[in-house]
């Protein structure tokens, strides 16, 4: 069980252009979700937590405008980069939380964004 | 912030030696999870360690945690060329996982 996925896994696009990556819990809830950004060689850096149902917070540095995340659902949240350049060109990771099981969460396994 | 920080940065050892792998935080804590990253790809749970214990064990890995000294170790005995990988500590409190810095692990067959 609190298996998390994510679609894309990987995704090309062109500068200026926006990516919408999709979160899923597959059978939990997910109260919380949470989204991470991963440079090469680099460890994972929280970009936001987001509540179903309320906006997301956002970590310090991180532009809101430009990463949308929608959580409308328990069981999905979206990451919008909008107007990508190539220093948004990451691996993007979700996670989620279970209000079951709150100390506990369930990564996904990831999105390759590459942007030319 | 309570990220934790792991040394050594990048681990070299043969097949069958002894790795261990060492993380700092700066808060108190509910609990102090530890993770692989085979490279490019997504996070692999390993263990969960509650802030009331002090040492706990899962096949090949052995975990400690210091509250005192706000540190953790993870300890992978007999290791093998599958644990080639990024381990990485994250110390949780009521809302979040900070990663640390990881520590690259490189076995060699």
């Known amino acids: 069980g609190a298996v998390v996925s994510q679609h894309p896994s990987w995704v090309i696009c062109k500068s200026g252009t926006s990516v919408k990556i999709e979160c899923r819990s597959l059978?939990?809830?997910?109260?919380?979700m949470f989204w991470y950004r991963q440079f090469p060689k680099q460890s994972l850096m929280l970009m936001a937590t987001?509540?179903?149902?309320?906006?997301?917070?956002?970590e310090q540095g991180v532009e809101k405008d430009k990463f949308l995340i929608n959580h409308a659902s328990l069981t999905l949240s979206t990451l919008t980069v909008t107007s990508a350049h190539p220093e948004d060109s990451s691996f993007y990771i979700c996670?989620?939380?279970?209000?079951?099981?709150?100390?506990?969460?369930?990564f996904g396994p990831g999105t390759r964004l590459t942007v030319t | 912030s309570q990220q934790g920080e792991e040394d050594p940065q990048a681990l070299s050892i043969q097949e069958g030696e002894n790795a261990t792998m060492n993380c700092s935080y700066k808060?108190?804590?509910?609990?102090l999870q530890w993770y692989r990253q085979n490279s490019g790809r997504g996070l692999v749970h390993l263990i969960l360690i509650r802030s009331n214990e002090r040492e706990k064990h899962s096949g090949r890995l052995r975990v400690t945690l210091d509250t005192s000294k706000k540190s953790s170790s993870l300890l992978i005995t007999a290791s093998r060329a599958a644990d080639t990988a990024s381990y990485f500590c994250?110390?949780?409190?009521?809302?979040?996982?900070?990663f640390g810095t990881g520590t690259r692990l490189q076995v060699f067959p």
């Open positions: 987001s509540n179903e149902g309320s906006k997301a917070t956002y």
């Open positions: 808060t108190s804590i509910n609990n």
């Open positions: 996670s989620a939380r279970s209000g079951r099981i709150p100390n506990e969460q369930y």
């Open positions: 059978d939990f809830q997910a109260t919380t």
């Open positions: 994250a110390p949780y409190n009521t809302d979040k996982l900070i």
